[in-house]
């Protein structure tokens, strides 16, 4: 058993198929989208006494009518979501598709997500291998029911089950127990937890190639009702807003590879696994899987290419870019926004994909692009970014990741410990402050003004004149220990500036320095 970090490469959905919807769900405050965690909610009711909880459950139903009293989302009771793209803002009121997390409000990335990927790419792999003339014969066929009218052999839910239980249980092995022989079996990789912070907000867009005889146009598809409608300008368009998990965003998860069932021969004479592809090591399916993904972007740079959808293109490139230069990787597309050449791992050529289209009726009769859909995220200004696509670092490359990751917390720890303590420096500093009498209190200001008087040559009449005198018209009330200090800190600044004047008015100075250090 290993361990690797998961890292997300563009933002990643996996849905609950439940929805956050404004005022029950979510608020926003300042901007801010804050969704509140229903168990500390429930919590936080628990706590008020029986008439208070029985007049709240009586006649509140919403949180802005809820939060006033229970001050719900400053205490904690939830967590906030900042929005992937600037171009985008949130329609009050919308509905938000929520991220899949574990009962204490955590996100996750399931382990059945990633293996289900790399089962998807693993049978387009073992296809290529094993051509598609080989694997025809177990692919849905046209027949007739009883009364004659013309249906596929399988139903779509199940259009692939023969075909994908031949491939990874073997031939003739009965459909009840396919799981028994599923050589994936030997495979385990556990669900990534990450943090709550990961999670933001993508505006999701469809883009749409429309068909008009010979020509093809990209638009982009309204999404806000049922109607078939389509623009030309992404921003006319409504799209679908998701909690997804950011790029950057990080899980630890196992890796293990049941050694005994693929290696041991009498195992595999009851299991029947010939043939298989490779991947009893992380390497080994690192090649297949990166094969797998490298032929799907390469494909959907092309199509983005033939639409010219630029923006689209280039995100394909730059993650081939990636995928290139950081090789040691599993790269791979997981979750929600794959489409259906992501789903079916893309693996049929021309005649096979009419065939399946006609059998099925996918698509729009007429329509040679299929599918002519993408779901993109907004980012950078339009829509441009395909959904999950992550990649799972090496041994070597997780322990360096980790050890990276905690030097750094131990850094940001220090940091934030310096910053409490100089904080509660500050905060002694003021407490003490706060409990000077005021005469002190005013003899320190007078200091700092004086400080800067001399830093400036200021003269007499200036703002240390208008301060100083302030203080002198109201000293006779101060006790005597005070009057001395500020006669003796008035003779150094008149003695320091040249303030003393004429000899008349020297006099009186002194005069009046004297009479504040006499007791009364």
Request: with cysteine; charged share 25%.
């Amino acid at each position: 058993m290993t361990q690797h970090l998961v890292e997300i490469l563009t933002p990643l959905h996996i849905g609950t198929g439940n929805s956050l919807k404004y005022d029950y769900d979510y608020s926003i405050e300042d901007g801010k989208v804050l969704v509140v965690d229903q168990h500390s909610l429930l919590q936080q009711l628990m706590t008020q006494d029986f008439e208070t909880l029985k007049k709240l459950t009586a006649t509140i139903t919403k949180l802005s009518e809820l939060k006033p009293i229970l001050g719900i989302l400053e205490q904690g009771a939830g967590y906030q979501l900042t929005p992937f793209s600037r171009a985008s803002s949130l329609p009050k009121g919308i509905e938000i598709r929520a991220q899949i997390k574990d009962a204490f409000f955590r996100p996750y990335l399931p382990g059945s997500s990633i293996k289900g990927a790399m089962r998807t790419a693993l049978l387009a792999e073992m296809i290529k291998q094993k051509g598609l003339a080989a694997i025809k014969g177990f692919l849905p066929k046209e027949i007739q029911d009883n009364n004659g009218k013309k249906k596929p052999s399988l139903p779509p839910k199940k259009a692939a089950s023969t075909l994908v239980n031949y491939l990874f249980a073997g031939e003739g092995v009965p459909s009840g127990k396919v799981p028994n022989f599923d050589f994936l079996r030997a495979f385990q990789i556990s669900d990534a937890f990450v943090e709550t912070q990961q999670l933001g907000i993508t505006d999701v867009r469809w883009l749409n190639i429309d068909s008009w005889g010979d020509s093809t146009k990209p638009k982009w598809k309204n999404m806000s009702n049922r109607r078939n409608e389509a623009f030309k300008d992404w921003q006319q368009a409504s799209g679908m807003f998701a909690e997804s998990l950011l790029p950057a965003t990080t899980g630890l998860l196992t890796w293990q590879v049941d050694e005994f069932l693929l290696n041991d021969k009498k195992a595999q004479q009851v299991l029947k696994w010939q043939n298989l592809p490779d991947f009893s090591t992380f390497e080994k399916l690192r090649d297949l899987l990166n094969a797998h993904a490298t032929e799907r972007l390469l494909a959907e740079k092309a199509f983005f290419d033939d639409y010219g959808v630029r923006e689209a293109s280039v995100q394909c490139q730059k993650l081939l870019q990636h995928l290139g230069e950081e090789s040691e990787a599993c790269y791979l597309q997981v979750g929600w926004g794959n489409g259906w050449r992501g789903m079916t791992g893309d693996w049929m050529d021309e005649a096979i994909e009419k065939d399946m289209r006609g059998l099925y009726e996918l698509g729009k009769g007429g329509v040679d692009i299929f599918p002519k859909t993408r779901r993109l995220i907004v980012n950078e200004g339009s829509p441009c970014l395909p959904l999950g696509w992550l990649r799972i670092l090496s041994t070597e490359d997780s322990k360096q990741r980790l050890l990276e990751q905690e030097e750094n917390r131990q850094r940001q720890a220090l940091i934030a410990k310096k910053q409490a303590s100089e904080q509660e420096k500050i905060a002694q500093q003021r407490a003490l402050e706060a409990a000077l009498p005021v005469e002190e209190k005013a003899l320190r200001d007078l200091q700092q003004a004086f400080e800067q008087a001399k830093a400036t040559q200021e003269k007499a009449g200036g703002p240390l004149s208008t301060f100083l005198n302030s203080f002198l018209s109201v000293a006779e009330t101060w006790p005597l220990s005070y009057r001395q200090q500020l006669a003796d800190k008035t003779e150094e600044i008149y003695q320091s500036l040249g303030w003393w004047g004429n000899s008349k008015k020297k006099q009186e100075k002194k005069e009046k320095i004297a009479k504040l250090r006499q007791s009364r």
